[in-house]
């Protein structure tokens, strides 16, 4: 892992394509810009996690308990 210290309106570069600027500095968090081609996805890391957590728990789901929710369902509907 890299450490850089930075100040706000200063940037770091990543490759050739992608720019980070601090845009503020506060007591507990910091505001950053990114510029970055379209084809790059950014995301937040903690959505990340959790997507990734839903896909394994999602594949963990017995099917026969959907379809018995299903069922309840449709009784409730009517």
Do not use: H, Y
């Amino acid at each position: 892992m890299l450490v850089i210290k930075r100040k706000t309106s200063e940037s770091i570069l990543i490759g050739e394509d992608i720019e980070i600027i601090i845009t503020e500095i506060s007591q507990d968090k910091v505001n950053i810009a990114i510029n970055a081609p379209r084809d790059i996805k950014i995301i937040r890391k903690e959505l990340a996690d959790t997507c990734e957590f839903n896909i394994t728990a999602s594949k963990k789901i017995n099917k026969s308990v959907l379809t018995s929710i299903k069922s309840k369902l449709k009784k409730s509907e009517k």
